[in-house]
Each structure stands twice: as structure tokens, then as C-alpha cells.
């Protein structure tokens, strides 16, 4: 964010949304498409909103969940694709092993993330049954293009149908649902998205049967058919339920400060007088503000709001540091998810060096997966809403690491109930960042920027399917092309020491990530390097470039020498100067409060004297 955007709006209610040029040009209208994100219902549609189901019932909060979980599931289905990979081969080539069908599940996977992305604006500014329709329509309109793709044995079309179509209406649909049930808790969002987001991967375990049952009865084009119209009937129903809240139930913007530590009028007063002291008290108490009775009525009743626009958003580093988080945390078990069936047949099943059954059907372990994936998705968000969305993210991220660093080991002692503990370890973390990313986004950016960032941000999704998924296969293939056993642990080993540099990478992100408005604008000592928020605690590296034995050159350098030790001001800076070396800080949570305080002050008397009128 820019610092003067940050000055002129700390004590106002100031939208960073620009106007429309005046020559609108192909670049102009893409800017301002992805600026302008609120959505303004008329008096009507608000009263119309009071009720659901057609206007039968009265609109209730807890009626979102159970509708959106179930959306959800129907949306789901997606996951339980590789069910058709070998008849749809075998239909096309004669071949259940070879066809390509299984290309059309990366394709869908990479068009969800590109449409949250394309139309995330969209989304925002409309009536989440507006999006969810649209989804629903689109999503079914893939599923009949599908089955005419199998009539006329199409690949190319099949492709089209279930890849691009379905993939474009289940972007649509899966980020409109979740950001719409999440808005109507702003106190939980992360439990209240984590239980949208649970019925994705229940779809994926209860289609799998779904499918198998229809397989069994007709032919591939009527199970698209059929599927696509239970889809249809179940989401239709459904999004009758889901309605935005009403104006004002969700805080517009950002608050830059608790309730609390606005500094009421008499405390200010008093500061001002008495701390000539400090920075801040010598300012107001020189600017003559203590006396000033509308300067008091400002700082004691308004509640600084921060206005981000989706532009600024998506420019901010600490967007695409997320970014990088959230694709590190899930590209592990996106591969696993999608090959752990062969995995255990190699290391612990009938192609092992010693081959046997497992000690668990594969199926079985997929399934306890997907449970275990659900899981996640809700108990992640909830523990977010408890200790916070940046603690918790580092939590998983550091938990995957664990995983990772003992995987190598326990697949070559041969422990297979090992290696599925580590597995569905991972897996919680897999869904519980699906689970608290939508409310991360909106605690970072603004309810109003939170499908927009979302859709943007699955695409990460996207290229942790596709990408993610051809490295693995690519490090696979290459070590038996070259003369290797599937079951030899070595290939595998390649392929966690890559993720776990991955994770790592995505932790290290994590910690620069400036999760709340404070540590984005947090002031910074003139001779700090870096700052990070370690598990709530402001850590900060500082380092000195003053010459021996010279008294302070500025009034900036005396200042701070006397702010860090006032009683022995002298002392300290010799001490510095002495050791000329870097100096590490972890502020209590006194010591930031009264930084951030001190801040505050000297922006509220830099807004009252620009409001001031020339005398």
C-alpha cells in the first residue's frame, strides 16, 4: 500500500478506488474492473433478502452452512473422476490404460482457478444467487456436453465439455459459495468457510460410489447425464438458502485499531500535558490540540477505517507471499491424493519387492483420507478464529515440514501404518488451508476484495495440480526409464526432498506475511533492517552505522538513543557505537502498544492540521 494513500485516509473514510479515465482503453477498463468490488442492492432486493426459498421463509444465518455444504458436495464430484479414467479409455481406444482421460480432471482443476480469477470482480459486485445460478448452469452444461462427447466418442470434445466448461462453472460456483457463507459469521469465518469447504471433499468420497453405481446400470454417456442432472436439482434447491447479509452486518473496510486502544480524550489530554517527554506529546502538546474540544470529539468517537481496493490488494507483497504459502501447503497432498492408491500398491502392496496385500485396501485408505481431508477443512478454521490466521497457517506449514523430513525414512524401514499416519497428518493441513484461506483474505484485504483475492489465489490450485503433478510423474518416470524398480524408495525420496524445500519456502513466506493493518504500517526505527510478527510478537533486526566515538550526527539518532535507554543515554550509545553489529529485538506486547499508540498520535495530528483552515 502506498504510505501517502495510508497517511491521508488513517482517520477517514476514504475508498482507494480510483475513477474511470476518461479514454477508456482495453488496459483503463481491466483496471478499473478489478477496482471497483462492493456490492449495492437496491432498497428492494434488501427487503427481499429478509426472506429465502422463495420468499416462504424468514432468512436465518445458520441457514447458509447446511446449503452451502451441500452446494459444496455436489461441486465435489469433481474429485471422484479418476472412477471414469478406465472406462472412458476403454470406450475411446479400446484401452483402459492408455486414452488421456485422465488429462481432462487437470484441465477442469486448472480452469477453476483461472475463472475465480477472471471473474472474482463479478462475483463480488453481484447477489451470490446471481453467481451461484450461473455456476450451477454452466457446471451442468459441461456434464451435457460430456456425455455428447462419449456418444460421439470425441475426445477433443470431452476435453472441451467437462475440462473447460465444468471447470469454468465450478469456479464460479465453488468461490461464490464459500465467500457468501463465510460473510454471514465475521466473527468465525474461518469455521464457518471451513464448513463449506467440507462438503468439496465429502462430494469427492460419496461420488466415488455414486459413480460406480452408475456405471454398473447405464451406459457412460447416460451416467453424465444423470449425474450432472442430480447435480442440478440438489445446487438448485439449495441456493435458495444463500442470500448476502444485510447492509452493515460485516465491518466495510479495514479497522485500523481496536475499540480499545483509541485514545480517549482525557488520557490524550493529560498525555499531551504532562509527557512533554515523548515524541507525541510534544507534538500535540505544540500543535495545541489538548485544547482543541473537535480534535478530541474526533480521536474519542470515530473508529479509523482503512479502505483497500482489489487493485492495491493484488499489488501488495503480502498478497503474493500468501500465494506462496498456500500453494507450498498444498501441493503435497494434491499428489498424493491423486496417486497414493499406486504408491501403496509399490511400497506395500502386490508390486513391492515383497509382494503382499496391504494392510489396508487402497480404496479404504483413500477414503479415511478424504475424511480425514474434511476434517481439516473445518477444525483448521476454527482453530484460526481461536489464535489467529497467521499463527495457525505457520502451524500446518511447519507440521507438513515434520512430514516430510520423516517420510524418506519410514517408507524404507517398509512401515506402512508410519507412512499413512504422516500421510493423513498432512492431509489435515492440506484441508485446513483450503478451510481459513477465504477468511485469512478477508481479514487482510476487506470483506468486500474476498472472492476476488480468492479466486485469485486458487489458482495456486491450479498450478499445484498440474504442475505439482507432472514433476512427481516426471522424477517417477525418469528413474525407471532409467533402469529402477517402481518399489525402490529412492525416486520417492527425490520427490519429498523437493516438496519439503518447497514447504520450507512457503514457511519462510508465511513469516514475512503482514497479516493485520498494524504491522503494515507498524513505525520503523531509522536503523531497522527487517521486521516480521513471529506468532503474535514483533521481531525486528536492527543494526547501527554510527562512527566511533562520535556524538549523534542528527536529532533523529539522539532521539532514538534516548528513547532506548533514558536513563543513561550516554552509555548506550558509546555501547553502540563500540560494537557496530546487528541487534535483534523481540517487543513485548507493552512496548508495541506504546510504538503504535505514538503512531497513531502523530497521524491524527498530521490529519487535524491538513483540516485545519488558513489563517
Same mark, same amino acid.
Given at each position: 500500500?502506498?504510505?501517502?494513500?495510508?497517511?491521508?485516509?488513517?482517520?477517514?473514510?476514504?475508498?482507494?478506488?480510483?475513477?474511470?479515465?476518461?479514454?477508456?482503453?482495453?488496459?483503463?477498463?481491466?483496471?478499473?474492473?478489478?477496482?471497483?468490488?462492493?456490492?449495492?442492492?437496491?432498497?428492494?432486493?434488501?427487503?427481499?433478502?429478509?426472506?429465502? &426459498?422463495? @420468499?416462504? =421463509?424468514?432468512?436465518?444465518?445458520?441457514?447458509?452452512?447446511?446449503?452451502?455444504? #451441500?452446494?459444496? +458436495?455436489? !461441486? $465435489?464430484?469433481?474429485?471422484?473422476?479418476?472412477?471414469?479414467?478406465?472406462?472412458?479409455?476403454?470406450?475411446?481406444?479400446?484401452?483402459?490404460?492408455?486414452?488421456?482421460?485422465?488429462?481432462?480432471?487437470?484441465?477442469?482443476?486448472?480452469?477453476?482457478?483461472?475463472?475465480?480469477?477472471?471473474?472474482?470482480?463479478?462475483?463480488?459486485?453481484?447477489?451470490?444467487?446471481?453467481?451461484?445460478?450461473?455456476?450451477?448452469?454452466?457446471? &451442468?452444461? @459441461?456434464? =451435457?456436453?460430456?456425455?455428447?462427447?462419449?456418444?460421439?466418442?470425441?475426445?477433443? #470434445?470431452?476435453? +472441451?465439455? !467437462? $475440462?473447460?466448461?465444468?471447470?469454468?462453472?465450478?469456479?464460479?460456483?465453488?468461490?461464490?459459495?464459500?465467500?457468501?457463507?463465510?460473510?454471514?459469521?465475521?466473527?468465525?469465518?474461518?469455521?464457518?468457510?471451513?464448513?463449506?469447504?467440507?462438503?468439496?471433499?465429502?462430494?469427492?468420497?460419496?461420488?466415488?460410489?455414486?459413480?460406480?453405481?452408475?456405471?454398473?446400470?447405464?451406459?457412460?454417456?447416460?451416467?453424465?447425464?444423470?449425474?450432472?442432472?442430480?447435480?442440478?436439482?440438489?445446487?438448485?434447491?439449495?441456493?435458495?438458502?444463500?442470500?448476502?447479509?444485510?447492509?452493515?452486518?460485516?465491518?466495510?473496510?479495514?479497522?485500523?485499531?481496536?475499540?480499545?486502544?483509541?485514545?480517549?480524550?482525557?488520557?490524550?489530554?493529560?498525555?499531551?500535558?504532562?509527557?512533554?517527554?515523548?515524541?507525541?506529546?510534544?507534538?500535540?502538546?505544540?500543535?495545541?490540540?489538548?485544547?482543541?474540544?473537535?480534535?478530541?470529539?474526533?480521536?474519542?468517537?470515530?473508529?479509523?477505517?482503512?479502505?483497500?481496493?482489489?487493485?492495491?490488494?493484488?499489488?501488495?507483497?503480502?498478497?503474493?507471499?500468501?500465494?506462496?504459502?498456500?500453494?507450498?501447503?498444498?501441493?503435497?497432498?494434491?499428489?498424493?491424493?491423486?496417486?497414493?492408491?499406486?504408491?501403496?500398491?509399490?511400497?506395500?502392496?502386490?508390486?513391492?519387492?515383497?509382494?503382499?496385500?496391504?494392510?489396508?485396501?487402497?480404496?479404504?485408505?483413500?477414503?479415511?483420507?478424504?475424511?480425514?481431508?474434511?476434517?481439516?477443512?473445518?477444525?483448521?478454521?476454527?482453530?484460526?478464529?481461536?489464535?489467529?490466521?497467521?499463527?495457525?497457517?505457520?502451524?500446518?506449514?511447519?507440521?507438513?515440514?515434520?512430514?516430510?523430513?520423516?517420510?524418506?525414512?519410514?517408507?524404507?524401514?517398509?512401515?506402512?501404518?508410519?507412512?499413512?499416519?504422516?500421510?493423513?497428518?498432512?492431509?489435515?493441513?492440506?484441508?485446513?488451508?483450503?478451510?481459513?484461506?477465504?477468511?485469512?483474505?478477508?481479514?487482510?484485504?476487506?470483506?468486500?476484495?474476498?472472492?476476488?483475492?480468492?479466486?485469485?489465489?486458487?489458482?495456486?490450485?491450479?498450478?499445484?495440480?498440474?504442475?505439482?503433478?507432472?514433476?512427481?510423474?516426471?522424477?517417477?518416470?525418469?528413474?525407471?526409464?532409467?533402469?529402477?524398480?517402481?518399489?525402490?524408495?529412492?525416486?520417492?525420496?527425490?520427490?519429498?526432498?523437493?516438496?519439503?524445500?518447497?514447504?520450507?519456502?512457503?514457511?519462510?513466506?508465511?513469516?514475512?506475511?503482514?497479516?493485520?493493518?498494524?504491522?503494515?504500517?507498524?513505525?520503523?526505527?531509522?536503523?531497522?533492517?527487517?521486521?516480521?510478527?513471529?506468532?503474535?510478537?514483533?521481531?525486528?533486526?536492527?543494526?547501527?552505522?554510527?562512527?566511533?566515538?562520535?556524538?549523534?550526527?542528527?536529532?533523529?539518532?539522539?532521539?532514538?538513543?534516548?528513547?532506548?535507554?533514558?536513563?543513561?543515554?550516554?552509555?548506550?550509545?558509546?555501547?553502540?557505537?563500540?560494537?557496530?553489529?546487528?541487534?535483534?529485538?523481540?517487543?513485548?506486547?507493552?512496548?508495541?502498544?506504546?510504538?503504535?499508540?505514538?503512531?497513531?498520535?502523530?497521524?491524527?495530528?498530521?490529519?487535524?492540521?491538513?483540516?485545519?483552515?488558513?489563517?
Amino acid at each position: 500500500m502506498r504510505q501517502t494513500a495510508q497517511d491521508s485516509m488513517l482517520f477517514s473514510r476514504i475508498s482507494l478506488q480510483g475513477n474511470a479515465p476518461s479514454a477508456r482503453g482495453f488496459k483503463d477498463m481491466v483496471l478499473e474492473y478489478y477496482s471497483h468490488t462492493e456490492y449495492r442492492p437496491s432498497r428492494a432486493q434488501i427487503e427481499k433478502d429478509r426472506f429465502v &426459498f422463495f @420468499g416462504l =421463509l424468514p432468512c436465518r444465518p445458520w441457514m447458509a452452512i447446511p446449503a452451502g455444504i #451441500l452446494i459444496q +458436495f455436489c !461441486y $465435489g464430484s469433481v474429485y471422484a473422476w479418476s472412477v471414469f479414467n478406465a472406462p472412458i479409455n476403454k470406450l475411446l481406444t479400446d484401452n483402459a490404460d492408455q486414452g488421456g482421460a485422465e488429462v481432462t480432471f487437470y484441465i477442469a482443476l486448472g480452469v477453476l482457478g483461472f475463472t475465480g480469477a477472471l471473474f472474482g470482480p463479478w462475483i463480488e459486485c453481484s447477489h451470490p444467487q446471481k453467481s451461484g445460478i450461473v455456476g450451477l448452469v454452466v457446471f &451442468f452444461s @459441461g456434464h =451435457l456436453t460430456a456425455a455428447l462427447a462419449l456418444q460421439v466418442r470425441m475426445i477433443s #470434445l470431452l476435453y +472441451f465439455g !467437462y $475440462g473447460f466448461v465444468a471447470g469454468v462453472g465450478l469456479g464460479i460456483g465453488y468461490v461464490s459459495t464459500i465467500d457468501a457463507v463465510s460473510k454471514w459469521w465475521p466473527k468465525a469465518r474461518g469455521t464457518a468457510a471451513g464448513c463449506a469447504v467440507m462438503g468439496f471433499g465429502g462430494g469427492s468420497l460419496a461420488f466415488s460410489a455414486i459413480n460406480e453405481e452408475l456405471l454398473e446400470n447405464v451406459s457412460l454417456p447416460v451416467t453424465f447425464l444423470v449425474l450432472g442432472s442430480i447435480n442440478l436439482i440438489i445446487m438448485f434447491f439449495c441456493i435458495q438458502f444463500i442470500c448476502p447479509p444485510p447492509p452493515g452486518h460485516n465491518q466495510d473496510g479495514i479497522p485500523m485499531v481496536d475499540e480499545a486502544d483509541i485514545p480517549q480524550p482525557k488520557s490524550m489530554g493529560a498525555a499531551a500535558g504532562a509527557d512533554s517527554g515523548t515524541k507525541g506529546g510534544s507534538e500535540l502538546a505544540s500543535a495545541g490540540i489538548d485544547k482543541n474540544p473537535r480534535y478530541l470529539a474526533i480521536l474519542g468517537s470515530e473508529r479509523p477505517i482503512l479502505y483497500i481496493s482489489l487493485a492495491e490488494a493484488l499489488r501488495s507483497r503480502d498478497f503474493w507471499l500468501l500465494y506462496m504459502s498456500f500453494l507450498a501447503n498444498i501441493v503435497f497432498c494434491l499428489v498424493i491424493l491423486s496417486n497414493l492408491p499406486k504408491i501403496i500398491n509399490r511400497l506395500f502392496g502386490m508390486g513391492s519387492r515383497d509382494p503382499q496385500e496391504p494392510p489396508l485396501p487402497a480404496y479404504l485408505a483413500v477414503s479415511i483420507e478424504g475424511g480425514f481431508n474434511m476434517a481439516g477443512r473445518v477444525l483448521v478454521g476454527l482453530l484460526s478464529d481461536i489464535v489467529g490466521r497467521k499463527t495457525t497457517f505457520l502451524m500446518i506449514l511447519l507440521t507438513q515440514v515434520g512430514v516430510l523430513v520423516c517420510m524418506p525414512f519410514v517408507i524404507q524401514s517398509e512401515n506402512f501404518w508410519g507412512f499413512m499416519t504422516l500421510v493423513w497428518t498432512a492431509t489435515v493441513c492440506y484441508g485446513g488451508g483450503f478451510g481459513m484461506i477465504p477468511a485469512f483474505i478477508a481479514d487482510m484485504f476487506g470483506i468486500n476484495n474476498t472472492s476476488s483475492c480468492h479466486g485469485v489465489i486458487l489458482t495456486a490450485w491450479s498450478l499445484a495440480s498440474i504442475c505439482g503433478g507432472l514433476a512427481f510423474t516426471g522424477v517417477i518416470n525418469h528413474y525407471i526409464d532409467n533402469g529402477s524398480m517402481p518399489y525402490e524408495t529412492k525416486m520417492y525420496t527425490v520427490n519429498f526432498v523437493w516438496m519439503l524445500i518447497l514447504v520450507i519456502v512457503g514457511f519462510v513466506c508465511c513469516l514475512f506475511v503482514r497479516s493485520s493493518i498494524r504491522d503494515r504500517l507498524f513505525p520503523a526505527p531509522p536503523d531497522q533492517v527487517l521486521r516480521m510478527r513471529v506468532f503474535g510478537r514483533v521481531f525486528r533486526v536492527l543494526y547501527s552505522v554510527w562512527h566511533e566515538n562520535a556524538p549523534p550526527s542528527t536529532p533523529l539518532e539522539s532521539d532514538y538513543a534516548t528513547a532506548q535507554n533514558t536513563d543513561n543515554s550516554a552509555s548506550f550509545l558509546q555501547h553502540r557505537i563500540r560494537r557496530r553489529q546487528l541487534r535483534c529485538e523481540l517487543l513485548t506486547k507493552e512496548q508495541e502498544q506504546v510504538e503504535w499508540e505514538e503512531y497513531l498520535v502523530l497521524r491524527a495530528v498530521q490529519h487535524r492540521l491538513m483540516k485545519e483552515p488558513d489563517v
